[in-house]
């Protein structure tokens, strides 16, 4: 990667950017590189005593930037061999069509699933949080916010608001949410999704291992009982480089229009 090296490090030095620390324009550049592609997965980072002249800032500056960026999981330091550009997950695919649980689409594919424990608990809810489940007055909301783990490798964050009459022990859902629905005739048998586009910010994007502003998904679903009532309210974050959601469309016949007429 020496012409990528050189173009990242060399900026540095011929346009330093005023007022922000030289740690941070250093992360910032390598940041940028592996955002915009001038350096790709796997591609190795020139030596620090190498990027500190290229750059023509001190080794103690170019560690910092480096140490942060493996905290944050865009690089890897391998013992002895140098510091890399971290690899992307490989992609998981994920039909529109199934209402599936995480555990339930990972154990598919092979994966072992782990989850980090974000938040668990009962709380006062927010109105958003009344308004979609349709809670009464003075009922409490179950909040499970997950890290959801697949291989080793953070694929999505995850926040989950249920009645607490519907959970009243989130703490006691072990591995899978729904499989806990499931053992008290809670599971949903019908959800609508929401799917935008969002640039992660910092704590979303620490937590998921990828660079912040990455692209990612954020998606909002509402799950209904048999009886048509809202059971779950899921906001989750799902990495952008990780995930392909896939849709099956068939050609729809317009209401009475049985076809051949122009
Ligand atoms: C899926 C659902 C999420 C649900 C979770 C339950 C999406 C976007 N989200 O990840 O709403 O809460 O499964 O998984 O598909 P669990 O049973 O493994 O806890």
Redesign the pocket.
């Known amino acids: 990667m020496s012409d990528g090296a050189d173009a990242i490090f060399s900026t540095l030095r011929q346009s330093p950017r005023g007022g922000m620390p030289l740690y941070l324009q250093l992360r910032r550049g390598i940041e940028e590189a592996v955002r915009s592609g001038l350096i790709g997965p796997g591609d190795a980072l020139p030596s620090e005593r190498d990027i500190a002249a290229m750059a023509d800032i001190s080794r103690v500056t170019v560690r910092k930037a480096v140490q942060d960026l493996v905290k944050d999981g865009i690089l890897v330091q391998r013992h002895g061999s140098g510091t890399f550009v971290a690899s992307r997950p490989e992609r998981v695919e994920?039909s529109l069509s199934q209402l599936?649980?995480?555990?339930?689409?990972?154990a598919r594919r092979g994966m072992t699933?782990r989850?980090q424990w974000l938040e668990r608990g009962l709380y006062a809810p927010s109105p958003e949080e009344i308004m979609v489940l349709g809670l009464g007055s003075g009922e409490q909301v179950a909040r499970?916010e997950?890290l959801?783990i697949a291989d080793d490798t953070p694929l999505?964050i995850?926040r989950?608001s249920l009645s607490a009459r519907v959970l009243p022990d989130p703490a006691g859902?072990g591995?899978?949410?729904?499989?806990?629905?499931q053992r008290t005739a809670n599971r949903p048998v019908r959800?609508v999704?929401r799917i935008s586009a969002i640039n992660l910010g910092q704590t979303d994007a620490h937590l998921l291992g990828v660079a912040p502003g990455s692209a990612s998904l954020r998606?909002e679903?509402i799950?209904y009982l048999a009886s048509g009532k809202v059971v779950?309210f899921?906001r989750?974050v799902?990495r952008g480089d990780a995930y392909d959601f896939v849709a099956e469309l068939r050609l729809g016949l317009a209401d009475g229009d049985a076809g051949g007429r122009a």
């Open positions: 994920q599936t649980s995480f555990t339930e689409d990972m699933v989850s499970v997950r959801r999505a995850e989950a859902i591995a899978s949410l729904y499989a806990a629905l959800a999704q998606i679903r799950s779950e899921t989750s799902y």
